[in-house]
């Protein structure tokens, strides 16, 4: 089993910041993409940023210079630090992960975790 878990989500005053984690957990080989996506009420699930393997990120154009997302591999997580935010970043933010689970399958599947909420007030 794999299991994803996030946590950091709170309440915040705009303007303010906040660190999500993701730790990553169970049979494991090799994770490749890590990414954080979110969801508001009434709103689709959205990409927030991703990163590879190799460390090459990619924002949505919405949090592009307020957001960095980065990994530790020897730890299997992945952080999203989140700074100016504004009210219309409230939301469930969630992990995701593709991970291969074993070394004799190139086999790999996407992970989500249960998410973390993320409330900015105004």
């Known amino acids: 089993q794999v299991q994803l878990a996030e946590s950091g989500g709170e309440l915040v005053q705009a303007g303010g910041s906040l660190r999500v984690s993701c730790a990553a957990s169970g049979t494991i080989f090799r994770i490749n993409a890590m990414g954080w996506y979110r969801q508001a009420p009434g709103n689709e699930r959205e990409l927030v940023a991703d990163?590879?393997?190799?460390?090459?990120?990619n924002y949505a154009d919405s949090v592009k210079g307020r957001f960095t997302i980065s990994r530790d591999n020897a730890k299997n997580t992945v952080y999203l630090q989140m700074n100016s935010l504004k009210p219309e970043d409230t939301a469930v933010y969630y992990c995701?992960?593709?991970?291969?689970?074993?070394?004799?399958?190139?086999?790999?599947?996407?992970?989500w975790g249960q998410g973390t909420q993320v409330t900015v007030s105004s």
């Open positions: 995701n992960a593709n991970i291969q689970r074993y070394s004799y399958s190139y086999s790999a599947h996407n992970y």
């Open positions: 990163i590879n393997s190799r460390g090459i990120t």
